[in-house]
C-alpha cells in the first residue's frame, strides 16, 4: 500500500541539514504501523512526504499503486484527496466551521452534492459518537471531542490510508487511550492502512508493527 | 532605538512586501501633494518671474481691470510731482505662425521713454534702429525679439515674422535681438517688443492703454505715492506695485490649489486607514513576541515608543519616496496646467521649469510622518496595554471585542447628534466644516459593525455560490472584523470620494447644459479671438454694426465681458444689450422677478448677479452693489440674482449702455447672431467673411461649436478632478492587497488544512478571490451610502467655498452601477497576487505555522 525507494529529504539552508537518508520501507494494506523516533529523528518528515504534503530530493514514494514522482502540485493533491486522510496533534479543524461543516470539508472540495454530503458527514460524526455536537463550533467541544471530529474528516471518503502525527499528543491520557481505541476501532472496521507517529510508547506498543527512526534512518522495524 | 533594530527591522525585514503596502498610501498622498502643489507654484513662479522681468525698474502699476483706460490718463499721471518717469504699456499672448512655437508675449511699449524703466540691450542690428526710437515708431511693423526666441526660430535682423493682429495675421520685420538678460527671459523669452500707437492698432484697442508703468522720483515715498494716485485716479484704477498682479493671478487658480489639498488629503486619510490596520494586525501577529519582551523587562512605554518609532521611520521613508515622485510628475503636471489655465480664464502662462519650495517638501515630509503616527497610535497604545502572561499564553485572540464595538456604535450615535446640531447651524462655516469632519468620523466608526452585519449577510450568498470557498471567505471576514473593516473603511471612503464628485460633474454638466440651452442660443457668435475666454482683441462698435446689418440676420446681441476687480477680487463684468434679449434667452431667476429685473436692467437701474457671486461676495437681492469704474464709482441696486454659469469667480450682469457710458469702452467681444428663418449658418458665414475679408480678424463659432467648446473646457476641469479619482481607488486597491496579504498570513493554517484535506489551487485561489470580491463589495455598499452624504456637502462646499455655484442634488445612480464591474475588478485583480502567495507556499510549514 505504501512503498518508499531510496528515499531522502535534505534542508538546504545555511547548512544543509538530511532529515531522512536513503529509506527504503514497505507497508502492506490494512496493517497499522507506529513510527517512533526521538525528536529530529525524521519521523514526521516521512509522514508529510507519504501524505504527499512534501517532496522527497531523491528516490520514490507509492501510494496505493501511485507514484507521486513528477507529478503536478494538484495531481498530488487529488492522491491526497483520495487515498489519504489526516489526523493532527493539534486537530487543524477550521475554528469559523462547525463540526458538520468542517467533516463535510473535503468532500465539498471533491464537488459531492450536498445531500450526499450532508448523510456522509452525519454519518462519520455518529460514528464518532459526535452526533449530538454536529452544529457546534470546534472552540466548543474538549480537546478529545475536537480530535473525533479531526478523525471523522479524515475518514470522509473513506481512504485507503490514515496517517496521524502525534493524534495524542495534546490531550491528557485518559482521552488519549479513548482516541486510540477508536482509531484502532476503525481499523477494524474499515482496514485502513495506518501510520501513527507518536512518541508515546504505550500507543507504539498497542500497534502490531513499530518502526523506529534515528538521524534520518530506520533503525528497527518489528512485528508484534 | 536599539530595540527597534533588533525587533522591528526584523518584523519588517520578514513582512517586506506588506511594508512597501503600506506605505504605498504616504507615497500616493505626498506625491500628488507635492506634485501638484509644486506645479501650481512653478505656473505661479513662471508668472511672478515674468511680471517681475518685465517691470524691470517699475515700481507702480496702474490697471483698470481688462477694459484699459482713456490715454489721457497717462498725463495726468506723469503730471503728479513725485512721478519720475510713466510710461504706458500694452500686453498680449498672441499666437504665433510658427511650427516650432505656440504663442509670445507681447509687450507694447513707448520706446521714447521706456528705455528708463527697461534695459532693451541689443545684440547686434541696425543700431541706428533703435538708438534713435522715433526710428523704430516710425516703422510700424518693427518688433524686437530676445536671443533666445531668434536662436530658436533661426531668426536674424530684418527676418520677417508673422502674428495674429486685429486685422488677421500680419508680417512683422525684426529689427533688434537683445541680449540675453532678465526680461529677455520672460515667459520662457518668447518675448517680442512692440511700438505701443502700432500695438494699440494691432490688437484693437483704440486710444487706450492696457497699463501704466511707472517710477517714483528720488525721495518720493512709494507708499505715498500709490495713495495719492489712487486718489487722484479714483477707484476704478488699480495703483499697485507688480508683485500684486501674482496675488491677482494666485486668487484665479486658489480653486485648483485647494483642489490639490481635498486630493492630497484624501489619499492620505484612505492611506492612514491602510497603516492603522497594518499597525493593528502586526500588533495583534506580534503578541507573543510583545510579551516575550515585556517579560524580559521592557515598559510599557518603551513598547509604545517602539512602534511609533516603526512608524515614523515608515512615513519618513514613504514621504521621502512620494517627494521624489511627486517632484518627478509635477512638469507633467504643471504644463498641462498651464494650458488648462489658458483654456478656463483665458490667462496664458507656461512654466519654465519646475520650481519646488523647500518649505513645501519640508510640510510634505512632516506631513506623511505624522500621518503615519497618528494612524499607528491607537495599534501603540494597544501594544502597550499587551499583558504579558496572557500574551504568552497560546490561543485565539479575537480582535475586536463586542464591547469595543458597542463603544464605537455609541459615540458614532452621539456624533450623529451633534452633526444634526451642525446642520441646524451651518451658516456658520467652522459649524459646516466641523459638522462634515464630525459625519465622516461617526461614519468610519460604524465600519466595522456595518461591515460584520454585511459579512454576516452575504454569507448564505457566498455559501451558495461555492460551498467551500464562499464560506471559508465569508468566514474569514467575519471573523477578524478590524482586518476587514480597515480595508473597508479605505475603499468605503474611496467610493464615497467618487460618488461626490461624480455627483458634483452630474449637476455641473446638467446645470451647464440647461444654462447653454438659455444663454447660448444665438445660432452664430462671432469673435475676435480663437478662443472664447481669450480676450486679448476685441471688435471695435463699427465692425459689430456693420456685421448686424447683413442681410439674413434676425437681430443681434454684443456682448462686452471683462474680469475687473471686486473687493480685491477678480470678477467677470458682462455687458450686453439686455433690452434685446428675448424672453426665452432669460437666465433662470434665483431671487427676484423673472420678467421686471430684466427690463429695469435695460434702462440701466441696476444689476442681474450671478448665484454663484451673490454666494461668494454674500450680497443679497435688492442691495445696492458698488463697482468702481475708470470714471469712479458706480452704485446701483440688485435687481435680481440669476443662475449664470460664466464665470467660476461669480459674474455681474449690466446693460452695455452703462458699460460704455462708465467704462468709456464700446468694444465688442462676441457678437451673438439669431438670423432669419430662410437663412442657414453656412450662407451666413460667407456673407460675413465677405463683408469682413481684411477688416478684421474673426471666428465664427456655430451653436454647436460653442456648446462643444465649453462641454470640452468641463471635461477638462473635472478631467483634472478625475485624478483624485484614480488616486483613490488606486490607494483602495493597494488597501485590500494589504489586507488579503495580511489575511493570507492570519490563515496560512487554515489554507494549509484546506489544501492538505484536499483543496485544488484553484480552489484556494478562489477562496482570497471571493474574499477580495466580498471586501470590495461591502466597502461599495457602504461608500455608496457614505457618497450621498458626502455629496451633499461637496455640492454646500462648492456653494459656499469653491466657486459659490450652487447646483442640484442628483444622486449619480450610473455612476454608482458603473462602479459595480469596477471595484469587483478592481478587488479580483487586488487578489491575484496573494491568491498566488497562497497558493504557493510550503504546505508542511502551513500546517505548523502558529
Redesign the interface.
Known amino acids: 500500500m505504501i512503498s518508499l525507494h531510496r528515499v531522502s529529504k535534505r534542508f538546504d539552508g545555511k547548512r544543509r541539514v538530511v532529515a531522512l537518508d536513503t529509506v527504503n520501507l514497505e507497508i502492506e494494506k490494512g496493517e497499522m504501523v507506529s513510527l517512533v523516533g526521538p525528536s529530529g529523528s525524521g519521523k514526521s518528515t516521512l509522514l508529510?512526504l507519504i501524505?504527499g504534503?512534501?517532496r522527497p530530493s531523491e528516490g520514490d514514494i507509492r501510494i496505493d499503486g501511485a507514484l507521486l514522482r513528477d507529478i503536478s502540485?494538484?495531481e498530488l493533491?487529488?492522491i491526497?484527496?483520495?487515498k489519504i486522510g489526516?489526523i493532527?496533534q493539534f486537530f487543524?479543524?477550521?475554528?469559523?466551521?462547525s463540526c458538520l461543516?468542517n467533516v463535510s470539508?473535503?468532500l465539498?472540495?471533491?464537488g459531492w452534492p450536498?445531500t450526499k454530503i450532508a448523510d456522509r458527514a452525519r454519518e462519520l460524526l455518529s460514528l464518532v459518537k459526535l452526533e449530538k455536537r454536529m452544529d457546534h463550533l470546534p472552540?466548543e467541544l474538549s480537546g478529545g471531542e475536537r480530535q473525533r471530529v479531526a478523525i471523522a474528516?479524515a475518514l470522509s471518503v473513506f481512504p485507503p490510508v490514515l496517517l496521524a502525527d502525534e493524534p495524542t499528543g495534546n490531550l491528557d491520557s485518559h482521552t488519549g487511550v479513548e482516541i486510540l481505541g477508536l482509531i484502532r476501532e476503525l481499523h477494524e472496521r474499515l482496514g485502513a492502512t495506518i501510520l501513527i507517529v507518536t512518541h508515546d510508547r504505550s500507543v507504539a506498543e498497542s500497534c502490531p508493527r513499530q518502526i523506529a527512526l534515528r538521524d534520518g534512518r530506520i533503525v528497527m522495524d518489528q512485528r508484534q | 532605538m536599539r530595540l527597534l533594530r533588533l525587533i522591528s527591522w526584523q518584523y519588517v525585514r520578514k513582512h517586506l512586501l506588506r511594508t512597501v503596502l503600506t506605505m504605498a498610501g504616504i507615497v500616493l498622498g505626498v506625491a500628488v501633494f507635492v506634485g501638484m502643489h509644486t506645479a501650481n507654484q512653478s505656473v505661479l513662479s513662471a508668472f511672478n518671474k515674468t511680471v517681475d522681468r518685465i517691470a524691470g525698474a517699475t515700481q507702480l502699476q496702474i490697471t483698470a481691470g481688462e477694459s484699459g483706460f482713456d490715454e489721457e490718463v497717462l498725463e495726468r499721471v506723469q503730471a503728479v510731482p513725485g512721478v519720475r518717469v510713466a510710461v504706458p504699456v500694452i500686453e498680449a499672448v498672441v499666437n504665433l505662425h510658427l511650427q516650432s512655437q505656440s504663442n509670445i508675449l507681447v509687450l507694447a511699449v513707448d520706446m521714447t521713454g521706456d528705455r528708463s524703466l527697461r534695459d532693451y540691450d541689443l545684440e547686434e542690428g541696425e543700431d541706428t534702429v533703435v538708438e534713435d526710437p522715433l526710428v523704430f515708431i516710425s516703422q510700424p511693423d518693427s518688433l524686437m525679439v530676445t536671443h533666445e526666441f531668434a536662436a530658436a526660430n533661426r531668426l536674424v535682423i530684418n527676418s520677417k515674422i508673422t502674428l495674429d493682429s486685429m486685422d488677421g495675421p500680419r508680417t512683422f520685420t525684426v529689427r533688434g535681438v537683445m541680449k540675453s538678460s532678465g526680461l529677455t527671459s520672460a515667459f520662457g523669452g518668447n518675448l517680442a517688443i512692440m511700438d505701443i500707437y502700432a500695438a494699440q492698432k494691432v490688437f484693437g484697442r483704440g486710444r487706450k492703454f492696457d497699463r501704466i508703468d511707472l517710477a517714483a522720483a528720488e525721495g518720493t515715498s512709494v507708499p505715498a505715492l500709490q495713495q495719492q494716485l489712487q486718489t487722484l485716479l479714483g477707484a476704478g484704477f488699480e495703483v499697485e506695485p507688480p508683485s500684486a498682479r501674482g496675488k491677482q493671478f494666485e486668487s484665479l487658480t486658489s480653486v485648483y490649489g485647494m483642489l490639490a489639498n481635498i486630493t492630497s488629503l484624501f489619499a492620505l486619510f484612505i492611506g492612514m486607514f491602510i497603516i492603522y490596520n497594518s499597525f493593528a494586525i502586526a500588533v495583534t501577529q506580534r503578541r507573543s513576541e510583545i510579551g516575550i519582551v515585556r517579560a524580559l523587562g521592557a515598559t510599557r512605554r518603551q513598547i509604545q515608543n517602539l512602534f511609533l518609532m516603526e512608524s515614523a521611520m515608515l512615513g519618513l521613508i514613504g514621504a521621502t519616496a512620494g517627494l521624489l515622485l511627486g517632484l518627478g510628475i509635477a512638469r507633467g503636471i504643471s504644463t498641462s496646467l498651464g494650458n488648462f489655465l489658458g483654456e478656463i480664464y483665458g490667462v496664458a502662462q507656461k512654466a519654465e521649469e519646475v520650481s519646488s519650495d523647500p518649505r513645501l517638501l519640508l510640510g510634505a515630509l512632516l506631513m506623511g510622518v505624522v500621518t503615519s503616527v497618528i494612524a499607528a497610535w491607537i495599534p501603540a497604545r494597544a501594544a502597550a496595554g499587551v499583558d504579558p502572561v496572557q500574551a504568552l499564553q497560546k490561543g485565539?485572540y479575537q480582535q475586536l471585542s463586542e464591547g469595543e464595538n458597542r463603544i464605537r456604535r455609541q459615540i458614532a450615535a452621539g456624533l450623529f447628534v451633534v452633526v444634526v446640531f451642525c446642520l441646524f447651524f451651518s451658516q456658520n462655516r467652522a459649524v459646516f466644516y466641523s459638522g462634515y469632519f464630525l459625519t465622516v468620523i461617526a461614519g468610519l466608526l460604524l465600519v466595522p459593525t456595518i461591515a460584520l452585519w454585511l459579512s454576516k449577510a452575504i454569507r448564505p450568498v457566498m455559501r451558495y455560490l461555492r460551498?467551500?470557498e464562499g464560506?471559508?471567505a465569508a468566514?474569514?471576514l467575519?471573523?477578524s472584523p478590524r482586518r476587514t473593516s480597515g480595508a473597508v473603511s479605505a475603499l468605503a471612503l474611496s467610493i464615497a470620494l467618487v460618488i461626490s464628485l461624480g455627483g458634483m460633474a452630474r449637476a455641473s454638466y446638467d446645470s451647464i447644459e440647461e444654462w447653454m440651452r438659455i444663454a447660448l442660443n444665438p445660432d452664430i457668435f462671432l469673435t475676435p479671438t480663437q478662443n472664447i475666454t481669450d480676450r486679448s482683441f476685441r471688435f471695435p462698435a463699427s465692425i459689430a454694426e456693420e456685421v448686424s446689418k447683413l442681410p439674413g440676420i434676425h437681430y443681434t446681441q454684443f456682448v462686452r465681458n471683462a474680469r475687473m476687480m471686486y473687493e480685491g477680487n477678480p470678477v467677470m463684468f458682462v455687458a450686453l444689450d439686455i433690452g434685446n434679449l428675448r424672453p426665452e434667452s432669460h437666465l433662470p431667476a434665483v431671487e427676484g422677478d423673472a420678467t421686471s429685473m430684466y427690463k429695469q436692467a435695460a434702462e440701466g437701474k441696476g444689476f442681474l448677479i450671478s448665484d454663484n457671486f451673490a454666494e461668494l461676495y454674500k450680497v443679497k437681492y435688492r442691495q445696492k452693489l458698488t463697482v468702481n469704474t475708470p470714471t469712479g464709482p458706480l452704485s446701483l441696486p440688485v435687481l435680481g440674482i440669476v443662475r449664470d454659469y460664466s464665470d467660476q469667480k461669480g459674474s455681474i450682469l449690466l446693460d452695455r449702455s452703462v458699460f460704455i457710458r462708465h467704462w468709456r469702452d464700446d468694444t465688442v467681444n462676441v457678437v451673438r447672431i439669431y438670423l432669419n428663418k430662410d437663412t442657414t449658418v453656412t450662407q451666413m458665414r460667407a456673407r460675413i467673411e465677405e463683408r469682413l475679408a481684411g477688416k478684421t480678424r474673426l471666428f465664427v463659432f456655430t451653436n454647436q461649436d460653442l456648446k462643444a467648446y465649453i462641454i470640452k473646457i468641463t471635461d477638462q476641469w473635472f478631467g483634472l478632478t478625475y485624478i483624485q479619482l484614480a488616486v483613490a481607488v488606486l490607494v483602495a486597491i493597494l488597501g485590500i492587497i494589504n489586507t488579503l496579504t495580511v489575511s493570507i498570513t492570519d490563515r496560512r493554517?487554515?489554507l494549509?488544512?484546506?489544501?492538505?484535506?484536499?483543496?485544488?489551487?484553484?480552489?484556494v485561489r478562489g477562496t482570497i478571490w471571493l474574499e477580495a470580491v466580498a471586501i470590495g463589495v461591502i466597502g461599495l455598499a457602504i461608500g455608496l451610502v457614505f457618497g450621498s452624504v458626502a455629496l451633499y456637502y461637496s455640492l454646500e462646499m462648492s456653494a459656499r467655498d469653491i466657486a459659490g455655484l450652487r447646483l442640484d442634488y442628483t444622486y449619480p445612480w450610473n455612476m454608482a452601477a458603473g462602479l459595480f464591474p469596477i471595484i469587483t475588478g478592481a478587488a479580483l485583480f487586488a487578489a491575484l497576487g496573494p491568491a498566488e502567495q497562497a497558493?504557493r507556499g510550503?504546505?508542511?510549514e502551513a500546517?505548523e505555522y502558529e
Open positions: 508529510n501524505g504534503l512534501d502540485d494538484d493533491t487529488r491526497r484527496r483520495d489526516f493532527f487543524n479543524l477550521l475554528p469559523t466551521l461543516e470539508l473535503p465539498h472540495l471533491r450536498a472552540e474528516r | 485565539r460551498p467551500v464560506a471559508l468566514d474569514s467575519i471573523q493554517r487554515e494549509g488544512v484546506l489544501q492538505a484535506v484536499g483543496a485544488l489551487r484553484n480552489q497558493v510550503g504546505l508542511v500546517l
